[in-house]
């Protein structure tokens, strides 16, 4: 491996990103359960989001992780680009499955146009709803900032011409994160020296699993507030 990129040693690189990723994962599910309540249609489901919402922008231990979370991410991506540029001029380098499935042999070989696509996703969702929800004029209700009426309106064709076009984009950027997690998920154990022939299978097979279901759920919650709002 070589020694460029934003760690010299390449042993403390191939750690850096596996920890970030692992990490990631780990972001993923907090921010998922925090989404499912969009689910909750209602003054209920209004009131049950925009707690969460005022939660995790407010509690302070949940502060510093978002701040780890915003380091984790600008340091994955950043160096997923630079071992990407690598990978064009020598032997596939970064995450490296003997085992993996198809899937994650195709995974493993687009990381960069599947990094390229969540990145851009990324950038979107946070000028979309983190910039609003920190710097935006969002009403307030109860005290707290109505965003879930911002995320409501944004995928309500009535009233986002683009609505229709916001949904088929958050659910592409869904698939290529699914395609992401089936080659990192299960290459970041490995990266980790975690690998055993007793345990790797588990490992991979629960890899696929949240590789499947975690962006299936995240890409669900547009699709069905843009349908019911029909």
């Known amino acids: 491996m070589s020694n460029s990129g934003i760690l010299r ?10 920890l970030t990723g692992l990490f990631l994962c780990l972001f993923l599910v907090g921010h998922l359960v925090g989404n499912l309540q969009l689910f909750k249609l ?19 231990l949940v502060k510093l992780l978002s701040y780890l979370t915003y380091a984790a ?13 690598q990978n064009r001029k020598a032997r596939p380098v970064g995450y490296h499955v003997e085992k993996g499935s198809a899937n994650a042999g195709w995974s493993s070989r687009n990381m960069g146009i599947l990094g390229t696509i969540i990145l851009v996703f990324l950038v979107s969702h ?7 929800m920190h710097f935006g004029d969002i009403p307030m209700i109860d005290g707290m900032k109505d965003l879930h009426t911002v995320v409501l309106d944004f995928f309500n064709p009535a009233k986002n011409n683009l609505a229709g076009v916001a949904v088929a ?6 698939v290529a994160l699914g395609f992401h997690l089936v080659h990192g998920f299960q290459s970041g154990f490995q990266s980790m020296g975690l690998s055993h022939p007793k345990y790797t299978p588990i490992i991979e097979r629960a890899g696929l ?19 019911n709002q029909l």
């Open 169 to 174: 984009g958050y659910v592409l950027a869904q």
């Open 9 to 18: 040693s390449s042993l403390a690189k191939k750690y850096a990103m596996a």
């Open 209 to 227: 699993a949240f590789s499947f279901v975690v962006p299936l759920l995240f890409a669900s919650i547009p699709v069905y507030l843009f349908i």
């Open 73 to 85: 991410v600008l340091f994955h991506m950043a160096d997923g680009i630079v071992l990407s540029l």
């Open 42 to 60: 209602g003054e209920d489901g209004q009131m049950a989001f925009n707690e969460y919402a005022q939660f995790m922008t407010t509690f302070p």
């Open 126 to 132: 946070m000028q979309t709803f983190w910039y609003q």
